[in-house]
Nanobody
Framework: VQLQASGGGLVQAGDSLRLSCVAS????????MGWFRQAPGKGRDFVAA????????HYADSVKGRFTVSRDNAKNTVYLQMNSLKPEDTAIYYC???????????????????WGQGTQVTVSS
């Protein structure tokens, strides 16, 4: 399967963006999906995860209440709606698929075995 993330850009603090991640090649609807981000000089941090059905979600404390993860299995797409963006949200955002662990909403990068190429989000103050 391949994951293609898009929707990043340059915005001002307080603005919104919606990231999309389209999957191809396998049974997308069977897998938990996650979003991670990596700021310059830092490690890859968990942002949000969603179960295969979309019924369960999990967020990092830093984005809770501002970001919303969702999925449309008919379109093989997972979304990350980002509101009230802050400069500290600036990072490359990656989507990932967990095809092996069986966990509902994994929050560690090590559980995800398939990764998209990343999309840059830059938030100016």
């Amino acid at each position: 399967v391949q994951l293609q993330a898009s929707g990043g850009g340059l915005v001002q603090a307080g603005d919104s963006l919606r990231l999309s991640c389209v999957a191809s090649g396998r049974t997308f609807s069977s897998y938990a999906m996650g979003w991670f981000r990596q700021a310059p000089g830092k490690g890859r941090d968990f942002v949000a995860a969603i179960s295969w059905s979309g019924e369960t979600t999990h967020y990092a404390d830093s984005v809770k209440g501002r970001f919303t993860v969702s999925r449309d299995n008919a379109k093989n797409t997972v979304y990350l709606q980002m509101n009230s963006l802050k400069p500290e949200d600036t990072a490359i955002y990656y989507c990932a698929a967990d095809t092996t662990s069986g966990l509902t909403t994994p929050n560690k990068a090590s559980f995800y075995d398939l990764w998209g190429q990343g999309t840059q989000v830059t938030v100016s103050s």
